[in-house]
């Protein structure tokens, strides 16, 4: 389809710059200018009304509207003199207090031993003979003990 | 619209004066209709149809795969029944009268929502809580085990396993749902996950999404051996699949001839790069020199569906060709899952330089997110101009808009950070950060460091009733409180 276009545009351009008067050769350059300016702007134009007409934009205010919430959240939160965001927990939604490390207790499911629910997990890391310093512990004693046994 | 012949001559329009019934004409340059009568461009689906089939004739078959008559019936989209049937056991539980299940929608400020409760950091297992309260409060999730539909006693008959990581939350949600709310010790399934995934365990701190991935692993596996998987297409039915999986589409064209290879790939999750380019500014605000603009998940989404040009070390075989060349690739959503989890990946592991680091960036994140633009329809329709034309097995049937219930953030360094999870319920969000319940703002849960955002589907308020595909849940005429996708209680 270009082509034609292109065609067409050639041959016009031929009709004129055939007739003898040079100052129209200015006239005709600008022309041109004016006609490939016009048909990129159609294209753009074409191109954003199909997408407006078939709904396919996105909510440009919606977007607007979150980032605003957004940035005003962020202020807020940042706000020294704002308590809310920043305090310490005194009690949760249900009126309980919890210690820093959790104070259940329960039995361990791999040796059977009574733990302390927030030191379950280098426990069982131990229990389990996983992790690093189950090894290196081991490392260390059987050293030890191989030590003694040479003296 | 003026004659390319001559742009002063107006013989178009009076054309369509003495033609009654031609008002219509081309803009034969770029292929758009023109009507006189409306003195407007006008679009319509066959003469898009047109336009497209000359436009992808000879570019090979697979750009053809797609396109078909709008007029064609579609086949109903076979959902898998398996969902409808969840709250047919959901409506036996509610209507046998337990007391958590008759709230109302709009819930009294001294009545807190079912399934709220703390859980005990057993040593530096905030990742392990984080993730689990998400998984609590994902509503396919939460109706599958709610309802019964994992049974431990025949679950410990029939498998050889000592280990069951769908038994184990099984228990965590009978407990969190119980109506105690005394902090939780989940030790049972931290045991079990570790004697499950012997190259994770270790006291140290994870990462939240890997154990998130390894959890999905797990129970897919044990459930994958007990159902039947081969039905529907070779689809897996198993609770984590149904909630959580999706398809991914992925388009290589060939630069030279334009003929693009298509494939689909599952996945349970989305993984998206930090979208650094960011180009909105707003118009109203003076910009401060070292203002970089805000980072937006959606740009990231934008990141993830973009054409990327691949290297010219990656030069892939092109059929129609019979070469190698430089190709550029799209990623597109064939299929939206359920549950929408989307990764933000914040930790940067260098190999060359043997070392990570973090991307503390802030990242802005809609609470409603509407997917339509990163859909395969939607991505191929772009690359083609945005003609109408109809895709096979359209999404369009599948409700498009998700709407956020649950947001784990990470704080803090690499090494020594700490998870917490935002849960929303009844539009009230509630901070859950190991034993500690709160209240919080919308705007705590906006400045936050987000990490893994969770977002369920919304039903599609649009479908008439006898038209489902099943991707939604219609409300019971008798008004029971059913437990609706995207809300709580």
């Given amino acids: ?151 | 619209m003026s004659c390319s012949l001559s742009s002063e001559s107006n013989h178009a329009l009076l054309h369509t004066k003495t033609q009654i019934g031609h008002e219509i004409a081309v803009d034969i340059q770029r292929s758009e209709l023109y009507c006189f009568a409306c003195d407007d461009q006008v679009y319509d689906p066959d003469f898009d149809r047109a336009v497209m089939l000359e436009k992808i004739v000879g570019l090979g078959n697979e750009n053809l795969k797609g396109i078909r008559s709008i007029n064609n019936k579609r086949k109903r989209l076979g959902f898998d029944g398996g969902l409808s049937s969840d709250f047919k056991n959901l409506k036996r539980v509610g209507g046998s009268g337990g007391g958590e299940w008759d709230h109302g929608r709009r819930l009294s400020k001294s009545c807190f929502p079912v399934g709220l409760r703390g859980l005990n950091n057993l040593g530096n297992t905030c990742f392990m809580n984080s993730v689990l309260q998400a998984l609590l409060h994902a509503p396919p999730v939460r109706n599958y085990f709610l309802s019964g539909r994992h049974d431990r006693d025949s679950c410990r008959k029939n498998s050889s396993d000592r280990f069951c990581l769908s038994c184990d939350i099984d228990v965590i949600f009978s407990a969190v749902f119980s109506g105690d709310r005394a902090p939780y010790s989940p030790a049972q399934f931290l045991y079990s996950w570790w004697r499950l995934s012997e190259n994770l365990a270790c006291y140290e701190q994870q990462d939240a999404h890997e154990f998130f991935m390894s959890v999905l692993d797990r129970i897919h596996e044990k459930e994958g051996k007990t159902r039947n998987t081969n039905k529907d297409n070779g689809e897996c039915h198993c609770v984590v699949h149904r909630a959580f999986s999706g398809l991914l589409r992925s388009d290589v064209t060939c630069t030279t001839c334009g003929y693009t290879s298509t494939t689909y790939d599952p996945c349970v999750d989305i993984s998206l790069d930090f979208n650094t380019n960011v180009d909105h500014i707003s118009p109203n605000k003076p910009q401060k020199s070292t203002d970089l603009g805000v980072s937006t998940l959606t740009s990231c989404l934008d990141l993830f569906t973009r054409p990327e040009k691949l290297g010219s070390d990656q030069k892939l075989y092109c059929q129609n060709c019979q070469e190698r060349h430089e190709s550029v690739k799209q990623m597109s959503i064939k299929r939206l899952p359920l549950v929408l989890c989307l990764h933000v990946k914040r930790f940067e592991h260098s190999l060359v330089r043997k070392a990570s680091r973090k991307i503390d960036r802030h990242l802005q994140f809609p609470f409603s997110l509407d997917m339509t633009p990163y859909v395969s329809s939607s991505i191929v329709r772009k690359r083609f101009g945005n003609r109408i034309f109809a895709f096979e097995g359209d999404e369009a049937e599948c409700s498009t808009n998700f709407e956020v219930f649950a947001v784990i953030t990470h704080s803090g360094m690499l090494e020594s950070g700490h998870y917490m999870t935002y849960l929303r319920l009844n539009e009230q969000w509630y901070k859950c950060d190991d034993a500690w319940i709160t209240e919080v703002d919308d705007e705590v849960v906006r400045a936050s460091q987000i990490y893994l955002v969770f977002y369920a589907q919304k039903p599609n308020s649009s479908h008439k009733s006898g038209e489902d595909g099943g991707c939604h849940l219609r409300s019971s005429p008798s008004g029971d409180s059913f437990v609706s996708i995207a809300g709580c209680c």
Avoid at chain 1, 28 to 43: N, Q
């Fill in chain 1, 1 to 151: 389809m270009r082509a034609l276009i292109i065609l067409v545009l050639i041959t016009e351009f031929w009709r004129i710059m055939s007739a003898p008067d040079e100052d129209n050769h200015a006239q005709v350059a600008s022309h041109f200018f004016g006609e490939l300016l016009d048909s990129v702007i159609m294209d753009v134009a074409s191109e954003c009304h199909r997408i407006a007409t078939l709904g396919l934009d996105r909510n440009l205010d919606d977007e607007e509207e979150e980032l605003r919430l957004s940035a005003q959240a962020r202020a807020r939160v940042a706000d020294p003199s704002n308590s809310e965001a920043n305090s310490k927990y005194v009690v949760d939604i249900f009126g309980q207090t919890h210690p820093a490390v959790a104070s259940e207790i329960f039995d361990c499911m791999n040796c059977g031993r009574s733990i302390v629910a927030g030191r379950f997990a280098p426990h069982l890391e131990k229990c389990m003979g996983k992790g690093r310093k189950a090894r290196v512990k081991a490392t260390r004693s059987s050293t030890a003990a191989a030590a003694a046994q040479n003296r």
